[in-house]
């Protein structure tokens, strides 16, 4: 596209040469895009123009200030304002794609995994865009909801492809951040609201207010609820006027507690759901009721649940061994993950190793204590991230909230405390790894080492026999 036409209506430009794309993140621009220099939140773009223009772009819009460089530079007093018209103008067939948006504290993933691969099975291609990355597209992403150019590059790949829907994650952030403004978002889907982001948001109302805001779009035709949440109220206001339609576990006739899942009754089918986790249930049933509005019968889509997969580190077993990965990095998440494995292994003690995110929200960190403390028989406190936070002064903020009787092992070194729980677990044991999940790396003030939880949980396994054999052997 020519300059001067992407430009038309924002503001008037002499220069003349044709551009392939539109660009935020100065390490994804590719040969021939606009790099647009905005002001973030721990810097200014134009500190990352040198390596744009390294990168291939061939100009650079800029809010509020003139510079000089390499290439074109385009002053845009409001910059960010004119975000949406421009990514509408490069990629006119974004707005070709519908958009499935499923927003909620926990259980986004799952629930964006659980629709993909029920519309993939009943032959309807489509793209998912979320927190484990951006499938069908060379695009990608660090954020559950990618920034606003990133997806309207994205969407309009796809509907160039042939992909007609995208299922999204869809953040708080994300919609507070207008990163899905002008989107052609059909379907709203609410999983359930708890804790977390208050760093951001500063309460849980104002967070809350922020993801309703998903069902009050003009595109939004049909919104599916969660009505066994307690704020099921606030979305059904949010989605006035919308086709509802709501899910909770009484949708099931009966549910049974298995080993490897739940052997459940709905609507006249017996079946049995792959997953640990009632609230693994409600987000089949999210997936399930999505499903629906696009015409298909019950009876076509129920026989498919049972062949679901989870989502990487979303309660993933380790095969042959009672030790689970799981992202629980909110109050509400550790103790559902904690009861699931008390409810499907009755008879065993459950150890957790965990830890808090810094720059992240403190109020739940002493939370999260004391819930982890009050379920689990044995914590291991490790590193989660911290960032730019002491690590001793983070776990120090999850031993507020746990009683000075509970015994709690310390190992800040998060790849030692889980070689450690691992290694140690007894035969009567379930392990729980929590915070994490498909994540692959630890960030650190200084450096963001490789770090994934399930790599050193089967190294740790092959130790563990090792050691065994050799004690044997003695």
């Known amino acids: 596209m020519n300059i001067q036409k992407l430009l038309h209506n924002i503001t008037p430009t002499n220069f003349d040469f044709v551009v392939q794309g539109l660009c935020l993140n100065s390490q994804q621009v590719q040969d021939g895009d606009v790099f647009v220099a905005l002001q973030g939140t721990t810097g200014h773009g134009t500190d990352y123009i040198e390596q744009a223009i390294d990168k291939g772009c061939v100009c650079i819009l800029i809010d509020s200030k003139d510079i000089e460089c390499g290439v074109p530079t385009i002053r845009i007093d409001d910059l960010s304002?004119?975000?949406?018209?421009?990514?509408?103008?490069?990629?006119?067939?974004?707005?070709?794609?519908?958009?499935?948006?499923?927003?909620?504290?926990n259980g986004k993933?799952?629930?964006?995994?659980?629709?993909?691969?029920?519309?993939?099975?009943?032959?309807?291609?489509?793209?998912?865009?979320?927190?484990?990355?951006?499938?069908?597209?060379n695009q990608h992403s660090e954020q559950t909801t990618p920034d606003i150019l990133t997806l309207y590059r994205t969407l309009d790949g796809y509907r160039k492809d042939g992909i007609k829907t995208a299922v999204l994650e869809v953040s708080s952030h994300g919609i507070d951040q207008d990163r899905?403004?002008?989107?052609?978002?059909?379907?709203?889907?609410?999983?359930?609201?708890?804790?977390?982001?208050?760093?951001?948001?500063?309460d849980l109302k104002t967070y809350q207010q922020t993801k309703a805001r998903l069902f009050s779009l003009a595109s939004v035709q049909f919104a599916i609820l969660n009505r066994d949440d307690t704020h099921y109220a606030d979305f059904l206001v949010a989605a006035k006027g919308k086709e509802i339609i709501d899910f909770g576990l009484d949708d099931f006739d009966d549910i049974r507690p298995t080993e490897q899942g739940f052997l459940v009754t709905l609507q006249h089918h017996i079946f049995e759901v792959p997953f640990l986790a009632k609230f693994n249930l409600l987000n089949v049933l999210s997936a399930f009721n999505t499903l629906k509005t696009f015409g298909f019968k019950p009876e076509k889509i129920i026989p498919l649940l049972h062949k679901l997969k989870p989502p990487l580190g979303r309660m993933q077993k380790i095969d042959n061994h009672l030790i689970w990965i799981d992202y629980a990095h909110t109050p509400d998440a550790i103790e559902n993950a904690i009861c699931t494995l008390q409810q499907h292994y009755p008879t065993h003690d459950?150890?957790?190793?965990?830890?808090?995110g810094g720059n992240r929200d403190q109020d739940k960190r002493a939370k999260m204590g004391k819930i982890a403390s009050k379920h689990a028989n044995t914590l291991i406190l490790t590193n989660d991230n911290p960032r730019n936070e002491d690590p001793q002064a983070i776990i120090n903020d999850i031993l507020d909230g746990i009683d000075d009787s509970y015994e709690v092992d310390i190992t800040l070194d998060r790849q030692l405390a889980i070689e450690?729980?691992?290694?140690?677990?007894?035969?009567?044991?379930?392990?729980?790894?929590?915070?994490?999940?498909?994540?692959?790396?630890?960030?650190?003030?200084?450096?963001?080492?490789?770090?994934?939880?399930?790599?050193?949980?089967?190294a740790a396994i092959i130790e563990g026999i090792r050691l065994k054999k050799l004690k044997n052997q003695q």
């Not at 993939?120 to 489509?126: E, F, G, M, Q, T």
């Open 109 to 137: 993933t799952s629930v964006a995994c659980f629709i993909s691969q029920l519309l993939a099975h009943l032959d309807i291609k489509n793209g998912l865009i979320g927190t484990l990355g951006i499938s069908h597209s």
């Open 420 to 458: 450690t729980a691992v290694i140690t677990l007894g035969d009567n044991e379930c392990l729980l790894i929590a915070g994490k999940g498909h994540e692959t790396t630890q960030i650190f003030r200084d450096k963001t080492i490789e770090s994934n939880d399930k790599d050193i949980v089967l």
């Open 180 to 202: 899905i403004a002008g989107l052609r978002i059909t379907h709203a889907v609410f999983t359930n609201l708890t804790q977390d982001h208050l760093d951001y948001h500063q």
């Open 350 to 356: 459950i150890r957790v190793v965990f830890g808090c």
């Open 81 to 105: 304002t004119h975000l949406v018209a421009l990514a509408q103008q490069m990629y006119v067939d974004a707005l070709k794609v519908d958009v499935i948006g499923i927003t909620g504290t």
